[in-house]
């Protein structure tokens, strides 16, 4: 039997669709289970044991009606029996629909029910993404214990040579950007923070953060840091990461990965959103600010009302 998954857009949300592509492969254990993906988030899932074959949409083919046809009817060729979809969008329903799968199961909303076989009511509470995404399958036990990202020995191998070649030990993740620039780290509190810091910092990011890194750096000259933003593809900033002693998150799929891969990570939320999109497993504590006031949704008050000892406490409390 053939199930696929339609995986979520973004890298964070990917990673937290990684305990429900555990428990459909628990749950089926002898289907062959395909992920239809987003080029850019697939590094999330190669290499795991759970997946058997990975569609890959390229950006130049995520967008369109034509594209939007052309991939529904490559997965009609897939014979496919269940179809789930993880993101909310009228699109991913349609190519469902499309794919001709005698199984289609997502959340009912923005009118899109006509296209699946089975609706799901939306939580009337605030559920964290990756338990919205597990009841699509009925799960209730939601404890994370299992393995969800896998290296190949050869990247590990990789990365440590990477990690020798810059001539830093022990160094510890830096992740202080975001795709929303209010969620990003503001310069000021990165000063504040590291300040008297005595770690060798990666600062990790896309190839567009490359300059916001080397102000962090300049700002910052008594620290080691080193800016590694947009010299690594996703798979290998994940096999570096994997080698940190621990890290500092923004609310990011970064953070998001090294979590998962059991990292201990320090995440820095506000506007109210840790309840929906923290990071999931026990190698992370989150520090949020928001609930000191009505959330403006801006993330202005939350991220900068974080001090020193805030970040210290929490680090102490993981290493």
Known sequence: MKIAIYSPNWV????????????????????????????????????????????SIATTESRGITN???????????????????????????????SKSKKRIGYNLQGR???LTVKIKLPLKKTHRYKKYLKLIEKDDTSINQKLIFFKKEEIEWAKHEIKELGIKNPVGLFPFSVSETRTFPNGKISEWLKGSK????????????????????KNKNISMVSLCGKYSLRQSMALISL?????????????????IKIPTISFFGANR???????????????????CNPCKKNICCLKSINKDDVNSSINSLI
């Open 12 to 55: 964070g949300d990917a990673a937290l669709s990684l305990p429900f592509i555990y428990h459909v492969k628990q749950k089926y254990p002898n289907s062959e289970l395909i992920i239809i993906c987003k080029e850019w988030v697939q590094s999330v899932y190669q290499n795991n044991p759970n997946i058997n074959k990975i569609i």
């Open 68 to 98: 939007t046809f052309r991939l529904g009817f490559l997965l009609r060729k897939e014979n496919i029996q269940i179809f789930y979809t993880l993101t909310d969008s009228f699109r991913s329903s349609f190519v469902l629909w499309l």
């Open 113 to 115: 029910g006509v296209f």
């Open 199 to 218: 770690e060798n910092f990666l600062i990790f990011g896309a190839k567009n953060d490359s300059q916001k890194a080397n102000v962090i750096i300049n």
């Open 244 to 260: 940190c002693k621990y890290a500092l998150a923004a609310d990011s799929g970064l953070g998001h990965i090294s979590s998962i």
């Open 274 to 292: 840790a309840l929906v999109t923290k990071p999931i497993g026990k190698s992370c504590v989150v520090i949020d600010q928001s609930n000191r």
